[in-house]
């Protein structure tokens, strides 16, 4: 039997274009709001909410004022003074409900006067 001699054959170096590592300069990105949104919250506004609310110890649907506790790109907490209710009948402990920025369940206070009374109908 013959064998072969090995032969150290060297595979050409493919060089590799290094990358920028996660230490280099930080991209900015643009971020803009929905189309939709009429409004601009901040904490501490006076909002009108429509919620499942107690009035004289009943629990009814309608607008009920609240303040704004924190706002974020999408949704807006309001706390209120009165028990709250979830649309399944639970209470919130907190009084604190969330919305989407864009809603038609949330306005600032005081705009009835300026569009009418706008209801919503119950399905």
């Known amino acids: 039997m013959t064998t072969k001699p090995l032969v150290n054959k060297e595979r050409p170096r493919v060089t590799k274009t290094r990358r920028p590592t996660r230490g280099g300069p930080i991209t900015q990105f643009a971020f803009m709001r929905s189309p939709g949104a009429e409004h601009d919250y901040e904490v ?5 909410v429509f919620c499942d609310h107690e009035k ?17 790109s999408k949704m807006v907490a309001v706390q209120f003074r009165t028990n709250v209710y979830l649309t399944d009948g639970w209470m919130v402990p907190d009084r604190i409900l969330w919305y989407p920025v864009t809603s038609e369940h949330i306005r600032p206070l005081g705009t009835q006067k300026k569009l009418g009374n706008k209801e919503i109908l119950e399905y």
């Open 56 to 72: 004289a110890n009943d629990r009814i649907r309608g607008w009920l004022k609240g303040i704004v506790v924190q706002v974020d």
């Open 44 to 48: 501490g506004d006076t909002v009108e």
